[in-house]
């Protein structure tokens, strides 16, 4: 049908699905027990959106569950490539993926604690952050006592590794 007998209002626009956090290209995606856990409970939660999608406007509910299922598929292939790392087997005597790590910035006193996680599990409010984050691997590898550099730009900071545990 030629595009001169289609009326404007029958255009029906694909929904905008936002897309996860970000996963370098080539890297494996991995995930905490806990990390996996929200990966999973997040599914359900989907799931149960789309079985229980109660929208009377046909069109709007096309629209919801376009939405809805693109964040499923997305969801779903993370879900896929998910490779668990279990804390307690990692290195306990330095920083590794899961690893709670205090360190100082600059010789300073205040001590900072965050924790390496798997990029959908990363928030910055409760010091989580993603493996792949630059601090994340500047600290990767560190031991106790241990300094390392981190590049901001044109700025220098040194990172004194305090204590690594795993929870």
Known sequence: ???????????????????????????TNYVTPHGLQQLQEERDQLESEIANLDEEDDRERRRALALLNGKFNLLTDRLNTARVLEPESQNHDEVRFGASVTYTVNGSGKPIEIQLVGVDEADVKKNKIAFTAPIAKALTGKKIGEETVLHLGKEERLLQVKAVTYK
């Open 1 to 27: 049908m030629s595009r001169g007998f289609v009326k404007e209002d029958d255009q029906e626009e694909a929904p905008l699905i936002p897309p996860r956090a970000a996963l370098p290209d080539g890297a």
